[in-house]
């Protein structure tokens, strides 16, 4: 068998639970995205449609949660990365950007690790949002041991549930379980010492969130030698949604520059050069 044709097998495979979008796409780069506590694939929306045609988007399909439903949640950091690294690999066919809101930023950043660690292709650019740098201490109380309605409030918070579900019991049942799962995942995760990641990262939060503020987010430049920027909007921990278009605005603009500063370091290719 081929190693193209190995590939295409891989992700429609396991790769292809974990890793949403067109597997085959002829797009240039592929935006890998993973979800804050308690949120899937769709909670990026509209984001597809908004980003400019040569971005394939890939929402990572976490387990317990949408059409990985009947699975148990992950709610340890090292297991969940250990699963995902070997399905997004055949994935990584193409310039890639990691993008992680939350629990998902700390996931991007520890994927990003695990990917470098295995000599595997690294992002062209990490996006990080409403998190600070993975060596801080937890802003947020831990709440995961609280029972139903504790937990509910607790989480309500944050503004990270929309409040019909609170009117809905058997639909707040049914995400109840990987909800608690990621707060739990979250507040077991450790942070070990390793070397800087070697991409720029572009890190973006909210004005009014409590737990990610600017200082927060300038905190990311221990975790890269490359360098780092900071982006502010309007909103709290949930700003992505509210101000959903500037975000989306901004991570492609500031991927096309990655794209332009790295061919400009490495030359142009051969069918580059052919092209012009």
Known sequence: MSTTSSASGAKSGMGRAWIGGDPETPRRLRLFALPFAGGNA?????????????????????????????????????????????????????????LGHSMGAMLAYELAQALQQRGLPIPELLIVSGHGAPNLPRRFRDVSHLGDAAFVAAVMELGGLPSMLLDEPELLALVLPALRADFRLCETYRWS????????????????????????????????????????????HFFIHRAMPAVVALIARAIAERLRDASAARGPTASELRLS
Do not use: K
Not at 201 to 230: F, H, K, N, V, Y
């Open 42 to 98: 769709s909670s990026f929306g509209e984001w597809p449609s908004r980003l400019p045609g040569w971005i394939a988007f890939s929402p990572v399909h976490l387990p317990g949660r949408e059409r990985r439903i009947m699975e148990p949640a992950i709610d340890n950091a090292r297991t969940l990365i250990a699963q995902l690294v070997p399905a997004i690999t055949p994935w990584l066919d193409r310039p890639y950007a990691l």
């Open 193 to 236: 010492p390793r070397p800087p990641l070697p991409c720029p990262i572009l890190a973006i939060g909210g004005r009014g969130d409590p737990i990610a503020g600017l200082p927060e987010l300038q905190s990311w430049q221990a975790m890269t030698s490359a360098p780092l920027t900071c982006e502010m909007f309007d909103g709290n």
